[in-house]
């Protein structure tokens, strides 16, 4: 089974920019669609940002205009660029994968973003 790992996590200041990545173990041109979702302490996990095999991309309203969702199928990667962070863009991000519409969700651990001054 593929495996995530996501990296680019840590600590910026309010209208500063991460980028995070998720490395997999495998292919990911065999998924269905891949996406970020965050979830700050004492809330729901949340979409972020899904990105089709196909190329469609999906936000969140509260990141419309800010992050941006890419991949490189040649470096088996996903990414979340994220420009104009707020505090309340405070949270660990976590990468996921379904391989079929409906399908099941594959999780990698997280990265923590912490916005802050």
């Known amino acids: 089974q593929v495996q995530f790992v996501e990296s680019g996590g840590g600590l910026v200041q309010p209208g500063g920019s991460l980028k995070l990545s998720c490395a997999a173990s495998g292919s990911i041109t065999r998924f269905y669609i891949m996406g970020w979702y965050r979830q700050a302490p004492g809330k729901q996990r949340e979409l972020v940002a899904t990105l089709t095999r196909g190329g469609s991309t999906n936000f969140a309203d509260s990141v419309k205009g800010r992050f941006t969702i890419s991949r490189n199928n040649a470096k088996n990667t996903l990414y979340l660029q994220m420009d104009a962070l707020k505090p309340e863009d405070t949270a660990d991000y976590y990468c996921?994968?379904?391989?079929?519409?409906?399908?099941?969700?594959?999780w990698g651990q997280g990265t923590q973003v912490t916005v802050s001054s």
């Open positions: 996921n994968a379904r391989l079929l519409p409906g399908g099941n969700d594959l």
